[in-house]
Structure formats: C-alpha cells, structure tokens
C-alpha cells in the first residue's frame, strides 16, 4: 500500500536531547496528523495540522505543516524516558477518497 | 482512553476460519475507519464508513468485509483466514468524513495459527 516516507526510522538519543523527524511524499496533502504509539498499543494523537505552514505546539512538541504541502515535521525538545514509542505522520490526500496515508514511523528510543 | 473501544483484545484462530471484529466510535463520531498493522510495520488503512455508508476503500481484501449499522458501531469480518493476515487490527473514529482528526481504539491482536 502507498506510504509516506518517514525519517529517520530509528533513532537512540539521550534524556534531554532534543529530537527532530519529518514526513515527505511527493503528494499534496490536506491534512497531517502526528501520533505516537506503544508497543501493542493504539496510536494516540499528538498533533493535528490543517494549513500550510502551520506551526502548532503541544506541551515539548513541535510540529509544522510544510510551505509546499508535501511534507511535514516534528520536533520534540528536552527529551525524557517516556516519549520512547513509534512516531507517525499520516496525510489525507488533497483529492479523491481524502483518506489519510500514514508514514513508515520513527522509533525513538531514549537513553537516561 | 480515546473513546473508542474495540472487541475482542485477542482473537487466536486457525487458518480457514472466518472472525469478526468489532468497534465503537466515540460518543458523535459518524466514521469508523479500519486500519491493518502487521509486525512492526506502518499501518495500513483497509475501509471507512460514514454514517452507515462505505465512504473509501485501501487495500482490503475480497476475503474482509465491513459494515456499519445504525447505532455507528461497526464490524470487520476477515474470513478463510491464512497466516498472513495474522495483525494488529485497529479502528479509528472522526467526527465527520473528511478531514478530521481520527481517534484510534487500543486494537485487537489477531494470531492465526
């Protein structure tokens, strides 16, 4: 199935780094959603965008909705011990069904 | 807790067996979508409902099925299951049908053996 391209796919920081990852697709995009989640857990949604160039904060997280519609960002500043989990971006689709893709995600491991 | 709630949690089956999957929206919500995660993979949106009616389709298989009912809950009917379709299967919920942000349900794991 069609996904985004998410980066990194992995990464180990230690506790109060801050950490960077974004979404690209060659499709234009409406929407983007940012979500983390815990293994064997459903995705909980952290960060929702709706315009270009949108820069919207939540708590320690960043999250911008990229000028030409085709990507997407994510930061998160001073790390701790809990935001390890997988990190996803979903875009909905500008056209058509408006379903929302959803990225390859990040799996941010944090080291104390 | 993101209001919606899924059932079973864990569903073991053989291979060749037909299950159901079930999902409540949140209190308001009028879509259900359903989405597949194999093994440390992305998820993969199978089917939305709106209101009652297939609003957009993914990559679902002839073999899986869904539909949602009056009260909005909604099902997911995977049958002569094989051991590929071993997966986490989620269902999420928005308010409207297109551009909403979607709340997901802790998932049901299911194991084919």
């Known amino acids: 199935g069609q996904q985004l391209n998410q980066s990194p796919q992995s990464m180990f920081i230690q506790e109060g780094e801050d950490v960077s990852m974004n979404c690209t697709s060659s499709s234009i995009f409406n929407t983007w959603l940012w979500y983390k989640q815990d293994p064997g857990e459903g995705p909980v949604l952290l960060i929702a965008l709706y315009k270009a160039g949108e820069l919207t904060s939540n708590g320690r997280l960043t999250a911008q909705f990229g000028i030409t519609r085709k990507d997407s960002f994510l930061n998160i500043s001073a790390s701790i011990p809990s935001d390890v989990g997988i990190y996803f971006c979903?875009?909905?689709?500008?056209?058509?069904?408006?379903?929302?893709?959803f990225g390859t995600g990040t799996r941010l491991k944090v080291l104390a | 807790d993101s209001g919606v709630t899924q059932t079973p949690k864990h569903l073991i089956t053989a291979t060749g067996q037909r299950v159901t999957l079930r999902c409540s929206p949140r209190?308001?919500?009028?879509?259900v979508y359903w989405y597949q995660q194999s093994l440390d993979q992305g998820l993969q949106f199978l089917i939305q409902?709106?209101?009652?009616?297939?609003?957009a389709k993914g990559n679902i298989l002839e073999r899986f099925s869904a539909q949602q009912f009056p009260d909005l809950h909604s099902e997911l009917n995977l049958s002569s299951l094989e051991l590929g379709d071993s997966a986490l299967y989620f269902c999420?919920?928005?308010?409207?049908?297109?551009?909403?942000?979607?709340?997901f349900g802790p998932g049901t794991r299911l194991t084919v053996l």
């Open positions: 209190s308001g919500d009028l879509s």
């Open positions: 979903a875009g909905q689709t500008a056209s058509g069904t408006y379903k929302y893709i």
């Open positions: 409902y709106y209101n009652g009616e297939e609003r």
């Open positions: 999420a919920s928005s308010a409207g049908d297109r551009g909403n942000e979607q709340f």
